[in-house]
């Protein structure tokens, strides 16, 4: 089939990858605009564009794209279908009727599960064991489209956000592949999404990252492993904010009130509403990332002192 594909972070990465590799025909990539990034603020192509131009494949970045210029030159285009991964834009209904084959979503759940921009992060938030991902048909609603297929994965006790996306954007992307193929030979089968077991996942704020001392060991985990890499787990320390990478509750730790301190030779302890927690990494404000014994032994924490 001739593609075009819309996405635009890294996790897209795999997925463009697989489709080059196949078959199909790569037209042209649709992806968010450049934007400014470091420190110089200087405009840089998204991860799916660098990837498109390095490989000669035309770069589509409208605005939005209910662009009439976009869609005009979508239809010049005349994909079969649109295959989209994290792309980041709704896309209106007419620019959704251009592909005979509709646009085609690679989301990382099992919907109806975790609907929405930060799915992967709510799953290891919310403590589940077991997630996935989905190909479905893309349209006006909230990732409501019927679906074409899907794929399980298990939820690790240690893993992050981050590395769950990434195991699941690989075998995500041969999930794509395989429905794109199935399209294209006329077997594939679209099922309407249940009613039941709807769940939304929005995207986490700076704020919903920030640690909660007062919640469960298993919570304050969850919390972090969920917010690594982004937003970036964080709490207070002598009123200046450090990030905090995963952490390991200690089941027989010593008794710690919520956000207590302790620093042992094994390295440092922080109270909760149950069990203490083993810090991992810290990176206070214009510093690297460190281990937590390490940073300890720089700002010399006192035994009275306390993350807030």
């Not at 001739?2 to 635009?8: I, K, P, S």
């Not at 905090?244 to 919520?258: D, H, I, Q, Y």
Request: hydrophobic share 45%; glycine share 10%.
């Amino acid at each position: 089939m001739r593609l075009v594909f819309a996405g635009t972070p890294a996790v897209t990465l795999p997925a463009l990858e697989a489709i080059a590799a196949s078959d199909h025909e790569l037209l042209a990539v649709v992806t968010r605009p450049d934007a400014p990034a470091g420190r110089g603020r200087n405009l840089v192509r998204s991860p799916a564009g660098a990837w498109a131009d390095e490989h000669g494949v035309e770069v589509l970045t409208p605005a939005k794209p209910r662009e009439p210029e976009f869609q005009e030159r979508l239809r010049d285009l005349a994909p079969d279908c649109v295959p989209v991964v994290a792309y980041g834009a709704l896309v209106p209904p007419a620019a959704l009727e251009i592909p005979r084959h509709g646009w085609v979503n690679l989301h990382f759940s099992l919907l109806p599960a975790w609907r929405g921009a930060a799915p992967v992060q709510h799953a290891v938030l919310h403590g589940d064991e077991i997630t996935g991902a989905s190909v479905f048909e893309l349209e006006a609603g909230l990732d409501t489209g019927p679906v074409y297929g899907t794929l399980t994965d298990e939820i690790r006790p240690t893993d992050t956000s981050g590395d769950l996306l990434g195991r699941l954007a690989e075998s995500g992307a041969g999930l794509l592949v395989a429905v794109l193929d199935a399209i294209e030979q006329g077997t594939a089968r679209a099922e309407p999404q249940p009613a039941d077991g709807v769940s939304l996942a929005p995207k986490l704020s700076v704020e919903d990252a920030m640690v909660r001392w007062e919640e469960p060991s298993f919570a304050v985990d969850r919390r972090i492993r969920a917010c690594t890499p982004a937003p970036g787990a964080w709490t207070t320390f002598r009123e200046d904010r450090v990030k905090l990478g995963p952490v390991r509750p200690v089941a027989n730790g010593p008794a710690l009130k919520p956000g207590d301190l302790l620093v042992d030779r094994t390295g440092v302890l922080v109270g909760t509403a149950t069990t203490p927690v083993a810090l991992g990494e810290v990176r206070a404000a214009g510093k690297r990332a460190m281990p937590a014994a390490d940073w300890a032994r720089g700002v010399r924490v006192e035994s009275s002192e306390r993350f807030a």
